[in-house]
């Protein structure tokens, strides 16, 4: 095995089985539960409904950082603006609003971005070039300048803050998502935020998500530390398959733990690795869990696929499939339509070598249906988290995805959204 | 322009902009209005509810056959048997149920499809291999031979039974869906059925198609005309994204119209392509109108994209986008959503080039919102059909795509099905 896969296994391990994870989640954890970092939110004006709506997240020293953004080719402007200041991987600030996304706003959306980061500059006393932002809401609108400068004024920031932050990024979220993790032998704290009800979708989708950690860590491997844990987090849920023009993924990390630096070649790699892939995944199943009207959280776990890229994409498809969604919410165990699923997902998979359980019931094996007693299943369907495993026989790669059924108040929400 | 160009150009001119168009819809036609072709229905007792659900398709004399099938890995027994029997392009009747998918049914399923097709070969006079099968409903139950092999000898056969055929073949379809062109020219007609309420998708998704014609067509060429067709019609439909074990679509030439052979290199062949083309359209846009819960047609033309592959790819992402889908069910002229959906086709296009129109109403210019009356917008949406296009600006690739709005009814119908 390679030393990268050994990594890699080691990681699977230790999430998923809980292993000797060297580090705990933190109550009532929160984006700004890592040393050295203020948040703080206002009612600016920009939603129509009097909720927070703007946020301002600073750290007391310059941060290296590390982001990662839509592959939507409508690019909102904070996400250009982003992109572009991020080459030097330094931040020591992000501004985010909700209610109105700043996409195809073109030269003035670029230049209300650019002046909300100046504010916040000013206001923090740091280079205008170290301040990131992220937007959320209705595209093609223009940014309300004016109540966003005077909301800046009103933000107070604190260490707390970053419960007000969570709730400022929220559009049609019912809660805010906000986690910390605490890794003891390392001495250091990792914490994040994130929203994205609807629009989320493997391949980083209306989302935005906010990490910072005390932790001094090394650029390059920060950057690929993030691609790898949104991999097997953010990327691997789906709600209704659209992908945004905002979505936006940033770590910023402070340093002020007093670490000896993490590097990817330094043993304590495997641990902050570890701990920023839980603390993901516990993000990202927050956000599943609460998508547009969903009820209920949809696990579903592909073994035995010819890879891992394979695996993915197996498991994406089947949380993705709005049949598959439908009848989650009905509690009804037509697990033919995550036989279909499978089948489309491009991956190709053998009918007759493929094992299907609902937790622990075999409903398939070598591609047959087996006798299972309904009501047991539909009593397994009828709960909050359900697990779906497909083991498909065919090599070693593994993913999991999650997703959630799909339900009436899902049309009832996204058909009166602008007006 | 090549002649292939030269070809496909015609063919849009004659579609689109209806000249001189050499064929006309048959008030109340159907899939037996082709000279030669007898159907037939019954109730067999495979749908718990009394509605037909067995048919029977039969042509006089053995006709050369043409098919496409689903992409999906998993494919049910009747798709397999077809795809066998199809080598050598002929067929005489086919037979067809719904209820039961026959899928994930191994090799007792297989074993059911070849005793349909032995009973109702042996019914009309036919070699088992020239008659085809195909099936819809549930996967993983198996076929209620008993019901079946009773419901075949019930079935009566006549002129007018495409009808029934037509109905016999829905599930959660509303209406059924049944069109015929006659080609006064050639002196021949194109008759067809088709089923598809949900599951329906770009590349072929569940989805029944019979098609008959009394001309007489080169096998190699039907074939082709079939996929031509497919391409412009049934594959650019979505209702919700899935793709089904069991699509199928059949083309019989009886050949009893007595034209002269229709070949690729004859003038004929493009009336022929045109008037199928036609009568596929009309049936897609009936499946699409008809989607599960739909109230109204959704129709996309995408212009100016590189190519015509890349055309159909946008236009298919923005009619499968359940947050497009959902805005329109609300009559919300959310056109960010389009944008964005277009954004993530996977199309390289350019914001600062797209031009958006609902209807004639100009709502992006040079990917600018452009100021439009919200009441006049709402009005168009508030009708039975909304077109909407796009114009990419890059190139001279077209397409158009059509789907349905994603209402609360989508999820109710799909979370009870097996239950």
Redesign the interface.
Known sequence: MSNKRALLWHIQCAIFFNMNSGFDFIPSGTVTSSNGFLAGATYAGIKKEENLDLAILTSEVPCVAAGLFT?????AAPVVLCQRRLSDRKATGVVVNSGC?N????EQGLADAEEMTALVAAAIGAPPEQVLAASTG????MMPMAQIRTGIKRIALSREGGHDMARAIMTTDTVPKEKAVKVEEGGYTIGGAAKGA??IHP?MATFLGFLTTDAMVEPVFLQSALKQAADVSFNMVSI??????NDTLLLLASGLAGNEIITSSTGQAVLFQQALDALCIQLAKALALDGE?ATKLFEVTVNGAPDRAAARQVARTVV????VK??L?????????I??????SG??????KIDLYLSHICM?KA???QPFD?AEA?KRLNRTEVTFTLNLNLGDGSAVAWGCD??????????????
């Open positions: 592959r939507n080719r409508i690019k996304a996409a195809c706003t073109g209705v595209i093609g609108e609807g629009m391949d209704d398959g659209d992908t945004s023009t009207g993705s499939s709005p049949l439908a009848a919410y009905g509690n009804d165990p037509n697990w033919g339509r036989m279909a699923a499978a089948g489309r991956v190709e998979i053998v009918e007759s398939v591609g047959r249906p309904p539909v799909l339900t009436e108040n899902y049309a009832e929400i996204n058909s009166h959204y602008t007006t």
